[in-house]
């Protein structure tokens, strides 16, 4: 049997990573990468089990255009897996963070992984042109998608419409029999934390935001370098395309009980006293 997928976002971090596991599992995979030095990176280092394919998950055009290479590459076989994960997250105080950087935001993180979905649909057993069973969809969602943090609304909110979208979405393919899995990390050890550092918040450095702001990245930084190796999602995604009985959504993360059991339990309102104290953010006399 042919094992067959597509994972956008694949230059770097957790994209890479999954690249690497189902390489290593005997699959073969359409990478989606933006430039053409990442599509040559993967080709020197995985060969031909990789098809790289040049998109922007926003490029309606591009991403229709990589779904009809990879429906010829497949030759009248479905796709057995789409892994959503090509992603980004800017930050910064929603009282004074431009609204061009969060659309940004939703058209990347939520809107891409729609207009994906859409392209490969067919190909993961829609069309019943082709042989083969169903595929599956597995959408790289975040512990934001659940719980939110300040100065990460952005990130949180798209990350909140991907899980929206995911939970619609597998309910409205099981007439296919094409299954949506969504997986939450946590903290992941990935070069994201060093672009994380490198960003440059000049512009809310004069509000009153400023310290805090300050002493959050720092944290924020500090927490994902201590995260979990990003094979372990490699292997996650590896898992939830294959298991007989997949959960619809898998949290990866260090200390659950901490970072995710509790958080959900405790009422709002006590959550937010414990991140407003965590942060400084207590109210002003």
């Known amino acids: 049997m042919s094992l067959d997928a597509v994972i956008t976002g694949a230059s770097t971090g957790i994209g890479r990573s999954a690249v690497k596991v189902l390489v290593g599992h005997g699959w073969r995979v359409f990478a989606g990468v933006r430039k053409v030095a990442d599509a040559e990176s993967l080709r020197q280092e995985f060969g031909e089990a990789v098809e790289p394919l040049l998109f922007d998950v926003t490029d309606i055009a591009a991403v229709h255009r990589a779904a009809d290479e990879t429906r010829v590459k497949l030759g009248g076989r479905t796709l057995k897996g789409l892994v959503n994960n090509a992603g980004l997250a800017i930050g910064g105080p929603l009282a004074h963070q431009p609204i061009d950087q969060i659309r940004r935001a939703f058209e990347v993180n939520a809107l891409g992984a729609v207009t994906v979905s859409q392209a490969f649909i067919p190909l993961l057993g829609a069309d019943s042109s082709l042989t083969g069973g169903p595929g599956r969809i597995v959408n790289i969602s975040s512990v934001a998608g659940r719980i939110a943090a300040p ?14 979208f995911s939970d619609s979405l597998r309910r409205e393919l099981m007439f296919y029999g094409i299954d949506v899995i969504v997986i939450g990390p946590g903290s992941i050890v990935t070069p994201i934390w060093d ?91």
């Open 195 to 285: 672009k994380a550092e490198a960003t440059d918040d000049s512009a809310y450095a004069d509000t009153d935001y400023g310290p805090v702001l300050k002493r959050f990245k720092a944290a924020f930084v500090k927490r994902g370098r201590q995260g979990l190796p990003v094979e372990r999602l490699g292997e996650t995604i590896h898992l939830a395309l294959t298991a007989a009985k997949p959960r619809a959504r898998y949290v990866v993360l260090r200390n659950r009980l901490v970072n995710w059991t509790l958080p959900l339990l405790l009422p709002k309102r006590v959550l937010d006293r414990v991140i407003a104290r965590a942060l400084g953010l207590t109210r002003r006399v």
């Open 151 to 164: 100065f990460l609304g952005d990130y949180a909110m798209s990350k909140h419409a991907l899980e929206a």
